[in-house]
T-cell receptor, first 110, second 115 residues
Framework: GNSVTQMEGPVTLSEEAFLTINCTYTATGYPSLFWYVQYPGEGLQLLLKATKADDKGSNKGFEATYRKETTSFHLEKGSVQVSDSAVYFCAFRGYSTLTFGKGTMLLVSP | GAGVSQSPRYKVAKRGQDVALRCDPISGHVSLFWYQQALGQGPEFLTYFQNEAQLDKSGLPSDRFFAERPEGSVSTLKIQRTQQEDSAVYLC?????????????FGSGTRLTVV
């Protein structure tokens, strides 16, 4: 069935380190792919998206590329900040509904 | 409104009580979704509306869960005879229209605790 697999957290980094959070999906067809972020005590916010193969989504220094061959959508950032500490969710959208991964907590220390 | 509004923000219910959770989507958004997020997990789909029509309710965990959107705007998720396993954050989201391209805008959620 449809599913999203994310690397388990927490991911603990020092400020200015490089970030990668892996995400792979299983779905029929070529769904749109999303990364959502949930800051402590807040709701889910759309971070970035890609709607077709080889598209790169980017926002606030974060990037992810839609890789059809490997069914992946890994999230990267070149230099993380303390304010990036949050839970990150990878998701894809089928015809109507979003299917989420379990989330990866990122903790960035000064 | 500017965002998706959910109320109440927090709800404590005694086991066996009925609860009603409200979602006010972004004005003009056709699609509305309810998700359940257990502690430490990703959101799980419950149900989907397009305007007033409930097009998919496959995620509702039991017949104690019921959702409606009678006028195609505000939606209510009702849980009857609450159980402890119903404790979770209930998220509402809206989208401009259906299809695969559009992301959702989420509300802040209602945290339900059943004691």
């Amino acid at each position: 069935g449809n599913s999203v697999t994310q690397m388990e957290g927490p991911v603990t980094l020092s400020e200015e380190a490089f970030l990668t959070i892996n995400c792979t999906y299983t779905a029929t067809g070529y769904p749109s792919l999303f990364w959502y972020v949930q800051y402590p005590g807040e709701g889910l916010q759309l971070l970035l998206k890609a709607t077709k193969a080889d598209d790169k989504g980017s926002n606030k220094g974060f990037e992810a590329t839609y890789r059809k061959e490997t069914t992946s959508f890994h999230l990267e950032k070149g230099s993380v900040q303390v304010s990036d500490s949050a839970v990150y969710f990878c998701a894809f959208r089928g015809y109507s509904t979003l299917t989420f991964g379990k989330g990866t907590m990122l903790l960035v220390s000064p | 409104g500017a965002g998706v509004s959910q109320s109440p923000r927090y709800k404590v219910a005694k086991r066996g009580q009925d609860v009603a959770l409200r979602c006010d989507p972004i004005s003009g958004h056709v699609s509305l979704f309810w998700y359940q997020q257990a502690l430490g997990q990703g959101p799980e789909f419950l149900t989907y509306f397009q305007n007033e029509a409930q097009l998919d309710k496959s995620g509702l965990p039991s017949d104690r869960f019921f959702a409606e959107r009678p006028e195609g705007s505000v939606s209510t998720l009702k849980i009857q005879r609450t159980q402890q396993e119903d404790s979770a954050v209930y998220l509402c989201a809206s989208s401009l229209r259906g299809g695969t391209v559009y992301g959702y805008t989420f509300g802040s959620g209602t945290r339900l605790t059943v004691v």
